[in-house]
């Protein structure tokens, strides 16, 4: 086994056991630290595939943004649980007050199991061509100057839609008393 | 150089997207299944990236940075607008709301 393969596998066990525990656990923090490790995986499986720029602007957008952003979501949504509210002297020793409910487990993870194992069977029996010729360095100066000739004008809109998305969070998220 | 299949790619993304799948059927926090909506997104871009590996044109490179932007967009109003329904209803549980038609 090559050593690019070894990576490609730790990578992938590193983003698919911390989707899982974010599929298991009923904590939100919990969930907060394991989708930040999914997307740690995510930009190391980029890498291996030779989107290094992708990469790079994944980990700044969802480790340094969204993340942040879904943290603070918790934080201003919190909702203290009455009953165990009396009963608590000490803050410290306490569990925090993030587990969430779900329904019954059984009908959800079913679904999800013969949605994958179908995508699976699906995907296995694609016709793939493993052969290709590798254009294996990084495509960093490629994806700016196509960005700024053949796909200038998305980027632009995509620039837009941005400025539009802030001005529209920060007004729907004011208080309109 | 060996280069990695894109059969791999493509099992990752299968699995973070039933994954995905599952959290949104499952949680009720809407937090939650805003997280399993992320998963959904990022398995399309890493499906995306794969097919654009051996792509000159790299196509699909390009199309997974605009859905990177529009998920980004998504997850901020998204969150704007759970801080609201928390403000107004006190809760943010898909179940707790009931429709008056």
């Known amino acids: ?27 939100l923090l919990h969930a907060a ?12 499986l980029y890498v291996l595939a030779y989107a290094d720029v992708l990469a790079v602007a994944h980990l700044l957008v969802y480790v ?10 918790i934080m201003l949504t919190n909702q203290t649980n009455q009953t165990n509210q009396t009963n608590q002297t000490d803050t410290a020793s306490s569990k925090n007050h993030l587990m969430t409910r779900e329904s019954s487990r059984l009908l959800p993870m079913s679904i999800g199991l013969s949605f994958f194992l179908g995508l699976f069977w699906l995907f296995t029996k694609g016709p793939w061509m493993n052969n290709l010729p590798v254009t294996g360095d990084s495509k960093l100066r490629e994806v700016g100057l196509g960005l700024l000739t053949e796909y200038a004008f998305p980027f632009e809109l995509a620039g837009v839609f941005l400025l539009i998305a802030l001005i529209g969070a920060t007004f729907v998220a004011k208080n309109h008393d | ?32 299944v805003l997280m399993g909506i992320e ?41 704007a607008i759970i801080l609201q329904v928390y403000r107004n209803y006190r809760a943010i549980d898909v179940d707790q709301f009931t429709s008056e038609f």
Do not use: H, R
């Open chain 1, 1 to 27: 086994m090559s050593p690019l393969v070894i990576a490609f596998l730790v990578l992938a066990l590193l983003t698919c056991g911390s989707a899982l525990s974010l599929l298991w656990t009923k904590n």
């Open chain 1, 33 to 44: 630290l394991a989708m930040f490790l999914t997307m740690l995986g995510l930009a190391g």
């Open chain 1, 64 to 73: 340094g943004g969204v993340l942040i952003l879904i943290l603070f979501g």
């Open chain 2, 1 to 32: 150089m060996t280069d990695i299949p894109v059969l791999y790619f493509l099992w990752v993304s299968a699995f973070l997207f039933a994954t995905g799948l599952t959290i949104l059927l499952l949680k009720k926090n809407t937090i939650f």
């Open chain 2, 39 to 79: 998963l959904i997104l990022n398995a399309a871009n890493l499906n995306l990236v794969a097919f654009s590996k051996n792509d000159p044109s790299m196509q699909g490179l390009y199309l997974s940075l605009f859905v990177l932007v529009v998920g980004v967009c998504e997850m901020a109003i998204a969150l």
